[in-house]
Every structure is written in structure tokens, then in C-alpha cells.
T-cell receptor, first 114, second 117 residues
């Protein structure tokens, strides 16, 4: 199975940049997702990385290094509405029951203050 | 993007009763749906994979006789929590894959908050 580790909580200031790290261990890496989840709501898709490098999408960027088992989500020009939990999820092709099903980390609670 | 709905959004029930939660894909057909459970400040834990027209695949440790899953059509899956107990109180979320979008994305429903008294 996968071991997915990300910080429990982070705080940042409105307008700043924050980087949320995720490390994982998997025997058959097959893609990494980042989701945003506001309290009491379902997760919403942010990004998907399967090759090394940086994927940029507006204020959000996601980076992947497969050799290091490492990813980060970069949020620029932080806004108050970015306060949410950010979930890292990893897909493993050796997973029993479905190689396309990701396993989720515990999530990082980001608090943006004025 | 594709839309997934859940009903009800919240439910309170007495211990020992059964609760049914519906998950619908509104603008696409989903041959596969997933049911997750999330406790406060915890991660999403996959309970089972629901396949249209066949039996669900349950994750290790999930009681299939307690959490009944039915996926009778390409747009509807139901999760029934039978003989619910307070420890079943949780946030239940379904998701679906739209195969036309490829295998890279799941679309999540808004979740159902279950409270068992």
C-alpha cells in the first residue's frame, strides 16, 4: 500500500505564497492528485501529476518528483477563501481491487489570515 | 465538469434503524462509483467500489452486510447503512468516474452527514 505524509496544519497571510508538501511510498506509482476540501463539503479536483515536473494552473501549481516520492502544491496570491483542507492522493498500479483508485492522505488544513 | 449529487445532505436517525443514501451522476454515465467515509479531521477512507450491474467490491475491514451497496443503473448507486449505531456517525461521500474523461479524475458528490443517536 501507500504511505502518504503531509503536514497537519499550515497558516499563511493573505496575498502570500504557501507550499504544501506531500511525500509518499508506493510500489507502483501511477499518478498523484491534489484536492481542495472546504469544511463539510466534498473534495474538488485541483491537479493531477504523473510525470516529473511542474504543472501550473492559475494561482495553483503542483510539482512532482517520482524518484524522491515527493510532490508539492503551491498556492500564490493567497485569498481568504483558500482556507481549506488540501488532500494529496496517490494511485498505485499494484493496488488490489483497482489500480485507478487513489489513496488519500490525511490532508493539510490551511488557514489564511488577513 | 461532471456533476454528482447525493441525497440526503444530512440525516439524523435513532440507533438500530437503517439509512439509505443515494448518489447520482447528473450529466454522465458512471459505470463505477465509489463510497468513502470521512471522520472529523481524518482522511477519506474508501469503503467500497460500486460497479453497475454487479456486486460491489468492499475494502478490507468494511462489513458488506452492514453497508449494502446497489448500483442498479448507470446514474445511480445507493448505500444503505443497516442497523446504524452511533459509531457509524460520519460524513459519507460518493464519487464517480466519467470514462469519457479518462481515468484521471473522479467527481465527488457533496456528501451526506449521518448522525446516529
Amino acid at each position: 500500500g501507500q504511505n502518504i505524509d503531509q503536514p497537519t496544519e499550515m497558516t499563511a497571510t493573505e496575498g502570500a505564497i504557501v507550499q504544501i508538501n506531500c511525500t509518499y511510498q508506493t510500489s507502483g506509482f501511477n499518478g498523484l492528485f491534489w484536492y481542495q476540501q472546504h469544511a463539510g463539503e466534498a473534495p474538488t479536483f485541483l491537479s493531477y501529476n504523473v510525470l516529473d515536473g511542474l504543472e501550473e494552473k492559475g494561482r495553483f501549481s503542483s510539482f512532482l518528483s517520482r524518484s524522491k516520492g515527493y510532490s508539492y502544491l503551491l498556492l500564490k496570491e493567497l485569498q481568504m477563501k483558500d482556507s481549506a483542507s488540501y488532500l494529496c492522493a496517490v494511485r498505485d498500479r499494484t493496488r488490489r481491487g483497482g489500480s485507478y483508485i487513489p489513496t488519500f492522505g490525511r490532508g493539510t488544513s490551511l488557514i489564511v489570515h488577513p | 465538469g461532471a456533476v454528482v449529487s447525493q441525497h440526503p445532505s444530512w440525516v439524523i436517525c435513532k440507533s438500530g434503524t437503517s439509512v439509505k443514501i443515494e448518489c447520482r451522476s447528473l450529466d454522465f454515465q458512471a459505470t463505477t462509483m465509489f463510497w468513502y467515509r470521512q471522520f472529523p479531521k481524518q482522511s477519506l477512507m474508501l469503503m467500497a467500489t460500486s460497479n453497475e450491474g454487479s456486486k460491489a467490491t468492499y475494502e478490507q475491514g468494511v462489513e458488506k452486510d452492514k453497508f449494502l451497496i446497489n448500483h442498479a443503473s448507470l446514474t445511480l448507486s445507493t448505500l444503505t447503512v443497516t442497523s446504524a449505531h452511533p459509531e457509524d456517525s460520519s460524513f459519507y461521500i460518493c464519487s464517480a468516474r466519467d470514462t469519457e474523461w479518462g481515468a484521471n479524475e473522479q467527481f465527488f458528490g457533496p456528501g451526506t452527514r449521518l448522525t446516529v443517536l
